[in-house]
Every structure is written in structure tokens, then in C-alpha cells.
């Protein structure tokens, strides 16, 4: 048996290998972003993603973290963070499966298979519920609005400032919005 840190180099490899555009965060592989299209014959197809991938230093037994960067309408995906609501990702992973079964399974059947009884995002999954023309006109108008090929690029861009800031939370403590610098306008 390959140690997780032999297993994790090997997931990430394969990842890169595949059709996927895979950038790596902070030169190293236990941050990744992943380009993510949105599965043909569904009201996504044509959007693009980035993912963005955290690898538990005990990956392959604990999940990874996953994460939209770019805004996407669904009721299983947090509007403002991005966090993703996937029982097999969250509840019932298992060390049988790798990275791209993420993106090549996983996510798809989240997007084609929403689960609106357990949202995380609520108006996405009350407007599923009442009315599917106008949930599937509102998924659309952000597809359009933020999940185009050449918006991907901008997010690469904006977020490069964001890195940063992480960088320097990295004792894992959060900080309050009071912690800002005077002068530097809220986001």
C-alpha cells in the first residue's frame, strides 16, 4: 500500500494529466484550482468553474475541500462562499475514490441531480421548488454573468490579492472585518 503522500502526488498527476486545466496554489499540490465545465444537455452547459481543491494532509482517507470561486445558482452551493453540499464528499468518502471522480462524477450529478431539500443555498432551492422555468432562467443568467471562458481569466486576476491575505491568516484564526486596514474599501 502507497503512503497518502505517494497517493496524493499520483491523484493530482492523474488530474493534471486529463483534460482538465489544473493550476497549482502556492506552488505546491495540496492547493489546487481545477477547471470545471458544465455538464453537456444540462441548464449549466456552457459555464465554466474554477474549483478550488484542499487536500487534507490525510488525503486519501479524509476528503478533500471543495469550493466554487466563481458564482454559480444551485441550491447544494453557498452563493457567497462556494462551499459545496455533497453527501459523498462531506459524509461518505472513501480512499477508493480520487480526484477525478470528483470532476468527473461527483460534480456533474450535483449539478444535473440538484437536491433542493437540503440547500445551502435556500432562494435557489425555494425557487426550484415553485417554479423550475424561472430556477432554470436564473441559472442561465449567471452562467452568462459569471461562468463564461473569458471571465475565467479575470478571476485568476482579482484573486491574486486574496492569496495574499490568506497567507498572512495563516495561524487559522479568523479575523473580524474591524481587522481591515483604514482606507481599504470592503469587497
Known sequence: MSSP?????????????????????????????????????????????KIRVELPDAYPYKSPSIGFVNKIFHPNVDELSGSVCLDVINQTWSPMFDLLNIFEV???QLLLYPNPSD??????????????KQYEQRVKEYCERYAKE?????????????????????????????????GVADP
Not at 15 to 43: A, Q, R, T
Not at 162 to 177: A, C, F, L
Request: aromatic content about 6%; charged content about 30%.
Open 150 to 182: 473569458e471571465n475565467i481569466s479575470n478571476i485568476n486576476l482579482e484573486e491574486s490579492d486574496d492569496d495574499i491575505s490568506n497567507e498572512d491568516i495563516s495561524d487559522g484564526q479568523s479575523t473580524s472585518s474591524d481587522d481591515n486596514i483604514a
Open 106 to 108: 461527483f460534480l456533474p
Open 119 to 132: 440547500p445551502l443555498n435556500g432562494d435557489a432551492a425555494s425557487l426550484m421548488m415553485k417554479d423550475q
Open 5 to 49: 503522500c505517494k497517493r496524493r502526488e499520483m491523484d493530482v498527476m492523474k488530474l493534471m494529466m486529463s483534460d482538465y486545466s489544473v493550476e497549482p496554489i502556492n506552488d505546491g499540490i495540496n492547493e489546487l484550482k481545477v477547471e470545471f465545465h458544465g455538464p453537456k444537455e444540462s441548464v449549466y452547459e456552457g459555464g465554466v468553474w
